[in-house]
């Protein structure tokens, strides 16, 4: 490998550099990054126009493997990934066996190695209780040891307190985060989408926001008892959750918060289609929690951006509304709806949007920080910012296409990665 990325706008938030420049690499490892480079015998990339930023990485994504392989392989995951312009994945434990002891965290690891020569790499999330239960704690030293880098029983709350405040009094040992799936179970029963004026309409049982924002409420009280713990909301929705945890902030708990693109997106209107892609836990809010999203990104509030990436084969999907799962795929939409809908408003501008997919998503997982500059490695993700296209179910690369975004138009996309001395670069 000797190229030169010629004339690009870098955008590294962990510099804060947002200027043009040449980025010359050889052998993986970059060598010179400034102004006007010459150099000779280098595969010359144009990139004028477009961005060049440290390589995305989504720390919220189901693979489904071991276990569910018919939905989606660490292998299709990862060129799903490595299309939407994703150099890192962290994979939730809702597989089958769950990621709830060191073998598997290690076959899920070792297995992100193999596939695509390594160039999306894979970090597990493990399961903060055995088998997902919420009833007894998970091995977590050795699942640490093993290279998981969060704990969470993803698709379930932690819904016991005491289990709680032992997952949180367990994980500071280790400095490992504590991913909630934020839902008071009690409340949700048989609940499909968000319990309000719509859900009455289209006859649908509903899931109250209040079951999310009592969840998140306990959780704090608890942080607050166990203050060296690092929590962190999955899929925040809600205007009163995303109000608490900014009220935690503010008190000094170390708490942070992840958004999908589909909630910042879509409100629960769009469930009166009645096509099961709009069917998500949590499930589209309303337009004044959309709202209280979009603050909530602009203000530093929600530190990340993620896709809660989550295949589901055409014949699980097109089913009755109610006996649907719940889910869709994000990896390669995530790029295109996060331009289009914050930065080309101006909601947010190009160096905190990439910020939010790169260094506050890698802080929260306690990973690395990547940067462009002489010496380091090539961890990188290119972008044309302006690219218009049309969103096509049929041609996604994961395994499964179940996705509300079909037929829609974005502005922004991924044309390729570079990472572990290996580069994709999208041909169509």
């Not at 009592?214 to 942080?223: M, P, S, W, Y």
């Not at 990439?354 to 940067?371: D, E, F, S, Y």
């Not at 996705?403 to 670069?425: C, D, K, Q, V, W």
């Amino acid at each position: 490998m000797n190229i030169l990325l010629k004339g690009g706008r870098v955008l590294d938030p962990a510099s804060g550099l947002d200027a043009e420049r040449d980025i010359h690499i050889v052998d993986g490892r970059i060598e010179q990054v400034g102004p006007s480079l010459s150099v000779k015998n280098a595969e010359l990339i144009p990139m004028k126009g477009k961005w060049v930023t440290p390589g995305l990485i989504d720390i919220h994504v189901h693979l489904r493997e071991p276990g569910f392989e018919h939905k989606e392989t660490i292998e299709t995951g990862c060129q799903s990934a490595r299309e939407g312009g994703f150099t890192a994945v962290c994979c939730m434990p809702n597989t089958n066996p769950a990621i709830d002891d060191e073998s598997v965290a290690r076959y899920v690891r070792q297995k992100g190695r193999e596939v695509l020569g390594g160039i999306v790499d894979v970090y597990p999330i493990a399961a903060a209780t055995k088998a997902r239960k919420g009833e007894e704690l998970a091995p977590i030293a050795e699942l640490v040891e093993a290279g998981a880098v969060g704990l969470s029983d993803d698709g379930a709350p932690i819904a016991n307190a005491e289990i709680m405040r032992r997952v949180l009094e367990y994980s500071s040992m280790f400095g490992i985060v504590v991913i909630q799936h934020a839902e008071e179970p009690t409340m949700t029963k048989g609940g499909c989408v968000h319990e309000g004026f719509v859900s009455t309409r289209a006859g649908l049982s509903g899931i109250p926001s209040v079951s999310e924002e009592l969840c998140i409420a306990r959780d704090l009280i608890l942080l607050r008892y166990v203050p060296k713990a690092k929590y962190h909301v999955a899929h925040i929705s809600t205007r009163g959750a995303i109000e608490m945890v900014r009220e935690g902030k503010k008190k000094g708990l170390s708490v942070t918060a992840e958004v999908t693109p589909h909630h910042f997106t879509m409100t629960d209107e769009a469930v009166l289609t009645y096509d099961t892609n709009t069917k998500m836990n949590p499930p589209l809010r309303t337009k004044d929690d959309v709202e209280a999203v979009i603050e909530g990104l602009r203000d530093g509030t929600i530190d990340v951006i993620a896709t809660d990436h989550a295949p589901h084969t055409i014949d699980e999907k097109e089913v009755e509304y109610t006996v649907a799962p719940f889910g869709i795929v994000g990896l390669e939409t995530a790029v295109g709806l996060t331009l289009t809908r914050l930065v080309k408003p101006g909601i947010l501008g190009p160096l905190q949007a990439i910020a939010k997919m790169t260094t506050n998503a890698r802080a929260v997982v306690g990973l690395p920080q990547v940067k462009i500059e002489a010496g380091q490695p090539a961890n990188i993700t290119m972008i044309d910012p302006d690219e218009t296209w049309t969103v096509e179910a049929s041609r996604l690369r994961s395994k499964s296409k179940n996705t509300p975004f079909s037929g829609m138009t974005l502005t922004g996309r991924s044309i390729g990665i570079i990472h572990n001395a290996e580069m994709y670069r999208r041909t169509s």
